[in-house]
């Protein structure tokens, strides 16, 4: 049985899977100290990126409520990613969900030992310290929920948020986390009978082979689906297709998207979870494909509206970030172009004429560039990760070599269904939730305080004096 590794690996302490005796796996500095730096760099996409290119695109009465909600989204997520989140999603439980053995990260620091437990990385004998994995994906978890704010922009109740973002959190994300990236790691991997052992105990998307390295089920897809949800059940903004809703600070928008940009090297070439070759592909992967998507969208925009805008462009580049995201270690460069290029041309229609067609005020267009972005993505791995267009194929850990038995189709069908599931899984409880909030306390604001504006209304303070 061949099985496609995915990036999230977890630690083997606890796992009840037994390493072979002449293992002798140690922490190897030079990829502990890259995860430091790509935690921090995940850290700097969120806050202040997303904040700051959210910010920049609301208008200027709402300009606070976005960056608080950013920041207490971040904030929250992290504390209950530590408290239980982690253990959920990074231990074994079954297909669906782990355990608690990590709850309150205990076990982590064994005091009678006087040791700390290591995570495994993409190479056998190779780890890193659990700790700083916890990190790692606390971050990806935080992005993902202050991800979806974006789509019900300056309309929402602050409690309302924060309330949605512990039940969406809880029975969202960290479910298909555990689907898609659970698996016990390559220690435990050392003949067919193992593989299948191991494969048996994974998560139920890793089961079925899907490939997703950086999140593009896991993050984009899952939080755009919970966004436009959000925007149907809450309703557009008053004066919405009447009133102008441009963007006040452009300038802020865009150094937004570059700190994203940046941050995003993070994000793609961190979750190689080694400072290797892996990890140098995925960085160049997703310089290039951006620097696509960015031409293809301001061209789009250029042809279309007969101007290149800079919000076209900062939106481009967020597309091709996106797009890349999944398959960023596992495709070819020329594949990650490829990508690219068509993020920025397919994600300007999704925030144009999709959004037309879905009829939703989703406020900053998470539907658009990051639902569309990440389907599109993800699809486009199961192709350019074929060996024969230049990507990295299947590796087999029975022989610790690379095989090069690919299916285009096969796979497509793997990534069709990973899709699938991600879209209904997060509809399905984003509209739950989102019900549930409505009825305890309300989802939105009173008219009034949104015309006056949330800054104000909301947090009794303004980001601009006049």
Request: hydrophobic letters at 55%; aromatic letters at 12%; one cysteine or more.
């Amino acid at each position: 049985m061949k099985r496609i590794t995915t990036t999230i690996l977890t630690a083997l302490l606890g796992l009840g899977v037994a390493l072979p005796a002449m293992a002798a796996p140690s922490i190897n500095k030079g990829d502990t100290a890259w995860m430091f730096v790509a935690t921090l760099l995940v850290i700097l996409m969120t806050i202040p990126g997303l904040a700051l290119f959210y910010g920049g695109l609301v208008r200027a009465k709402n300009m606070l409520s976005v960056l608080m909600q950013v920041m207490m989204v971040f904030a929250l997520v992290i504390v209950l990613w530590c408290l239980y989140g982690y253990s959920l999603a990074f231990t074994q439980g079954n297909a669906f969900i782990g355990g608690f053995d990590r709850a309150f990260l205990q076990g982590i620091w064994d005091p009678v030992a006087g040791k700390f437990a290591m995570a495994a990385t993409f190479s056998k004998e190779t780890m890193i310290p659990e700790f700083i994995f916890v990190a790692f994906q606390g971050t990806f978890a935080a992005i993902t929920c202050a991800l979806i704010v974006g789509a019900f922009a300056e309309r929402a109740k602050f409690a309302a948020v924060l309330v949605f973002v512990v039940l969406w959190f809880t029975f969202g994300y960290l479910p298909v986390a555990h689907m898609v990236w659970f698996w016990a790691g390559p220690d435990a991997i050392t003949d067919a009978a193992s593989l299948q052992t191991v494969t048996a105990a994974a998560g139920y998307l890793w089961q079925q082979g899907a490939l997703d390295f950086a999140g593009g089920t896991v993050v984009h897809i899952n939080s755009a689906v919970a966004g436009l949800v959000g925007a149907y059940v809450i309703g557009k903004r008053i004066g919405y297709g009447r009133e102008s809703m441009a963007p006040h600070s452009l300038p802020m928008t865009m150094v937004g998207a570059s700190l994203l940009w940046v941050g995003w090297f993070g994000f793609n070439a961190g979750s190689a979870l080694e400072a290797g070759d892996v990890a140098a592909l995925a960085f160049l992967n997703t310089l290039l494909a951006t620097a696509g998507a960015v031409l293809t969208w301001v061209l789009g925009e250029w042809i279309f509206k007969h101007k290149p805008s800079m919000l076209g462009a900062a939106s481009g580049a967020v597309s091709g970030l996106v797009a890349i995201t999944p398959g960023a270690g596992f495709v070819g460069p020329m594949g990650a172009l490829v990508i690219g290029l068509l993020a920025g041309i397919v994600c300007l229609w999704g925030v144009t004429g999709l959004k037309r067609l879905l009829r939703a005020d989703d406020s900053l267009d998470v539907f658009g560039v990051h639902g569309v972005g990440g389907i599109l993505g993800a699809m486009l791995t199961g192709v350019f990760a074929s060996p024969a267009l230049g990507g990295q194929g299947v590796w087999d850990y029975t022989t610790n070599a690379m095989n090069t038995s690919y299916s285009i189709v096969g796979q497509l069908w793997i990534q069709a269904h990973a899709i699938g599931v991600t879209v209904i899984w997060s509809a399905v409880v984003a509209f739950i939730a989102f019900k549930l909030v409505d009825i305890v306390i309300g989802l939105r604001v009173p008219e009034e305080e949104e015309r006056e504006g949330l800054d104000i209304t909301s947090h009794g303070e303004s980001a601009y004096r006049y």
